[in-house]
């Protein structure tokens, strides 16, 4: 199975901060990596596929980048509504791992 | 728009078997794939399996491989995920998500609770 590690684990920030989170594949996934993002009590939300393409209607300021095994998630300037965790998933080949969270918290 | 409706809430003993719903809607039924993904209280999200809707071929990761049942039915577009022989490490929301292997999950299901207790 392909491990996806994923740091830091949790992370204070402020509004209006540039964060970004990282995501190692144990082995080459090409750019076969999802990010999504759950707030407490809801499903997770999907905002980035095939690495860097945003799904519909996530806002501009989420990005990703990355290719191989390591692969990045930035929010460019941190709103008070992406107070979160966020959740990488390779999707290269079965079984469908994550990686095991960052929580994005108000400094 | 695209919709993804569980079931609701369920509690059952150790040993039985539970089968969480999920009700699509708003887009071709068969063109995509549903994958379903748990979370016990307090962990990650964990995958459970990917079944096609367009050929009802599965996949299910080797952890569940023994008790788990994934299917669909095209006529009321709806798949279901069953799992038997539960255990208290089973308490856990598990959602229902629509995925295509080349670009992964983009909608997602509100989730089911399920409580496994004696």
Do not use: H
Not at chain 1, 21 to 32: D, E, L, Y
Not at chain 2, 70 to 98: E, F, G, I, P
Not at chain 2, 104 to 109: E, H, T
Request: hydrophobic share 30%; charged share 15%; net charge positive.
């Amino acid at each position: 199975d392909i491990q996806m590690t994923q740091s830091p684990s949790s992370l204070s920030a402020s509004v209006g901060d540039r964060v970004t989170i990282t995501c190692r594949a144990s082995q080459v996934i090409s750019n076969s990596l999802a990010w999504f993002q759950q707030k407490p009590g809801k499903a997770p939300k999907s905002l980035i596929y095939a690495a860097s393409s945003l799904q519909s209607g996530v806002p501009l300021r989420f990005s990703g980048s990355g290719s191989g095994t390591d692969f990045t998630l930035t929010i460019s300037s941190l709103q008070p509504e992406d107070f979160a965790t966020y959740y990488c998933q390779q999707y290269n080949s079965y079984p469908l791992t994550f990686g095991g969270g960052t929580k994005v918290e108000i400094k | 728009q695209v919709q993804l409706v569980q079931s609701g809430a369920e509690v059952k003993k150790p040993g039985a078997s539970v089968k969480v719903s999920c009700k699509a809607s708003g887009y071709i039924f068969s063109n995509y794939g549903i994958s379903w993904v748990r979370q016990a209280p307090g962990q990650g999200l964990e995958w459970m399996g990917w079944i096609s809707v367009y050929n009802g071929n599965t996949n299910y990761a080797q952890k569940f491989q023994d008790r788990v049942t994934m299917t669909t039915d095209t006529s009321t577009t709806t798949a279901y995920m069953q799992l038997r022989s539960l255990t208290s490490d089973d308490t856990a929301v598990y959602y229902c998500a629509r995925e295509k292997p080349s670009s992964g999950k983009d909608y997602w299901g509100q989730g089911t609770l399920v409580t496994v207790s004696s």
